[in-house]
């Protein structure tokens, strides 16, 4: 495989390029972040035409390249990281230039952890998808350049001209970044009804009493008729939830969009970062409001003591493969915010030992204690008894693994699916000993409203 890579200016956006290049096609992808370049907003990503695609299933594995099919036996993720180092030719533009792109699903803990998994499987969808796009663009918003990146068996130049020409065309068109809006109110059903909710934190306080944990996730499940397309859903969402891990994945009749707030973990190089978020307050309605609120998460001796033993958990997670000593927090117990909720937030960074990977990584910090809990193996364990289906998606991880080495992955949080006509989104709420089961069950709710409100923007 052999690779050309190519800089041009542009007006175009990301956003325009996905929807009239790689949007129309089984898959593609969108990659933003929509913050400032000082915070983490400098690159966006798209792509499609993928020359390689591994979907995997309950340990099966399936790989999709050259109009063939093959089911290689063996650890679906050991698979995957053979593929990303098996194509040595990568260009050297911005920190991720070609790779696997897609998500791991919660339920691919289950792939390096024997845990239960007894729940109805009602998503059906597989716990791996990846793809390797041979066709991507690079966005630098701080040096408002764009690279085009290709990938091809045979004449790589041909490859590249054709996409330049194609983003030339695109040049004076002109995009309604937003749909006609309704405000429709959309029928959302739950898959856990709140008395069904709270009895659920109620026993998971039992476990926590009892010595057995000493923090669970639970979460409910939305469904919904989609009344759009998925693409007016993401447009609608990068305006009223902007976020720094933006995305749109489209799999082969499978789509996934969200706005996550929060990294599973990242490696550049040999630097590893992981955010973990915990503590949630709803946004004020007033300025002064919102300072309240604020002030009362960072003096809730219940939120920051849920933080802190997750913030230990994410440190003890990538002190397995990062350099003894080098894990360390840059920033402790601050605020963030977004456009419904706040969070606390701390960011802890390490140097990944020499005989380690993005793939050590992943599987080290996976899944996040902020959407399992701590212990991590008995609370998923617990999750598995009290929640009503596999979770899918949710709290998996979305993101890439790069050919040069590099990885970024967010947690598959504030993400709507979109599967048949069928929108579905799931939220949770961190329980511990002092949980008040209705106060964890709004929680949830809050956690989704932003969700709810892109939803309702264009129902139709």
């Given at each position: 495989?052999?690779?050309?890579?190519?800089?041009?200016?542009?007006?175009?956006?990301?956003?325009?390029?996905?929807?009239?290049?790689?949007?129309?096609?089984?898959?593609?992808?969108?990659?933003?972040?929509?913050?400032?370049?000082?915070?983490?907003?400098?690159?966006?990503?798209?792509?499609?035409?993928?020359?390689?695609?591994?979907?995997?299933?309950?340990?099966?594995?399936?790989?999709?390249?050259?109009?063939?099919?093959?089911?290689?036996?063996?650890?679906?993720?050991?698979?995957?990281?053979?593929?990303?180092?098996?194509?040595?030719?990568?260009?050297?533009?911005?920190?991720?230039?070609?790779?696997?792109?897609?998500?791991?699903?919660?339920?691919?803990?289950?792939?390096?952890?024997?845990?239960?998994?007894?729940?109805?499987?009602?998503?059906?969808?597989?716990?791996?998808?990846?793809?390797?796009?041979?066709?991507?663009?690079?966005?630098?918003?701080?040096?408002?350049?764009?690279?085009?990146?290709?990938?091809?068996?045979?004449?790589?130049?041909?490859?590249?001209?054709?996409?330049?020409?194609?983003?030339?065309?695109?040049?004076?068109?002109?995009?309604?970044?937003?749909?006609?809006?309704?405000?429709?109110?959309?029928?959302?059903?739950?898959?856990?009804?709140?008395?069904?909710?709270?009895?659920?934190?109620?026993?998971?306080?039992?476990?926590?009493?009892?010595?057995?944990?000493?923090?669970?996730?639970?979460?409910?499940?939305?469904?919904?008729?989609?009344?759009?397309?998925?693409?007016?859903?993401?447009?609608?969402?990068?305006?009223?939830?902007?976020?720094?891990?933006?995305?749109?994945?489209?799999?082969?009749?499978?789509?996934?969009?969200?706005?996550?707030?929060?990294?599973?973990?990242?490696?550049?190089?040999?630097?590893?970062?992981?955010?973990?978020?915990?503590?949630?307050?709803?946004?004020?309605?007033?300025?002064?409001?919102?300072?309240?609120?604020?002030?009362?998460?960072?003096?809730?001796?219940?939120?920051?003591?849920?933080?802190?033993?997750?913030?230990?958990?994410?440190?003890?997670?990538?002190?397995?493969?990062?350099?003894?000593?080098?894990?360390?927090?840059?920033?402790?117990?601050?605020?963030?915010?977004?456009?419904?909720?706040?969070?606390?937030?701390?960011?802890?960074?390490?140097?990944?030992?020499e005989d380690r990977d993005a793939f050590d990584l992943v599987r080290a910090a996976f899944p996040?204690?902020t959407v399992s809990g701590a212990p991590k193996i008995r609370a998923m364990e617990i999750i598995?008894?009290?929640?009503?289906?596999?979770?899918?998606?949710?709290?998996?991880?979305?993101?890439?693994?790069?050919?040069?080495?590099?990885?970024?992955?967010?947690?598959?949080?504030?993400?709507?699916?979109?599967?048949?006509?069928?929108?579905?989104?799931q939220s949770g709420a961190g329980i511990v000993a002092d949980s008040v089961p209705e106060r964890?069950?709004?929680?949830?709710?809050?956690?989704?409203?932003?969700?709810?409100?892109?939803?309702?923007?264009?129902?139709?």
């Open positions: 495989m052999k690779s050309m890579h190519h800089k041009i200016s542009v007006t175009v956006s990301p956003l325009t390029v996905f929807e009239k290049l790689f949007h129309p096609h089984e898959h593609g992808f969108l990659y933003e972040s929509l913050e400032s370049v000082e915070k983490r907003g400098r690159y966006s990503f798209t792509g499609g035409a993928p020359f390689a695609v591994l979907v995997s299933r309950k340990g099966r594995t399936e790989i999709h390249a050259a109009g063939e099919t093959f089911r290689p036996e063996g650890d679906p993720l050991g698979i995957l990281r053979s593929m990303v180092q098996g194509t040595p030719d990568w260009p050297p533009v911005a920190s991720f230039s070609g790779g696997a792109v897609g998500y791991m699903a919660y339920d691919a803990v289950r792939l390096t952890e024997t845990i239960p998994d007894g729940n109805p499987d009602d998503l059906n969808v597989p716990d791996l998808y990846f793809i390797f796009p041979s066709e991507m663009m690079v966005f630098d918003h701080l040096e408002k350049t764009v690279e085009l990146v290709v990938f091809a068996e045979k004449n790589p130049q041909e490859k590249l001209l054709h996409l330049q020409k194609r983003v030339r065309a695109l040049h004076d068109e002109t995009l309604s970044n937003m749909p006609s809006t309704t405000g429709k109110k959309v029928e959302m059903v739950s898959n856990t009804s709140k008395d069904e909710y709270c009895q659920m934190v109620e026993k998971a306080k039992e476990y926590i009493l009892a010595g057995d944990i000493f923090q669970v996730v639970l979460s409910q499940r939305f469904r919904f008729p989609m009344p759009t397309m998925p693409l007016d859903a993401y447009k609608a969402l990068r305006l009223t939830n902007p976020s720094p891990y933006m995305y749109h994945l489209r799999l082969n009749g499978l789509d996934l969009l969200g706005s996550s707030p929060e990294i599973l973990v990242k490696l550049e190089k040999d630097r590893v970062t992981i955010r973990p978020i915990a503590g949630t307050r709803p946004r004020g309605g007033t300025p002064e409001e919102d300072r309240a609120l604020e002030r009362e998460l960072l003096a809730d001796p219940k939120e920051q003591a849920e933080h802190v033993m997750l913030l230990d958990l994410a440190r003890n997670d990538i002190g397995q493969v990062c350099v003894p000593g080098s894990v360390r927090p840059t920033d402790l117990i601050y605020v963030e915010r977004y456009s419904r909720v706040m969070h606390l937030v701390s960011n802890v960074e390490g140097r990944l030992r996040a204690g598995d008894e009290l929640e009503v289906a596999r979770r899918g998606v949710y709290a998996g991880a979305i993101g890439y693994f790069g050919f040069n080495g590099s990885m970024d992955m967010c947690i598959a949080i504030r993400m709507m699916l979109v599967k048949d006509g069928i929108g579905y989104l964890e069950y709004a929680e949830t709710e809050n956690k989704a409203r932003a969700l709810m409100r892109a939803i309702e923007m264009i129902g139709g």
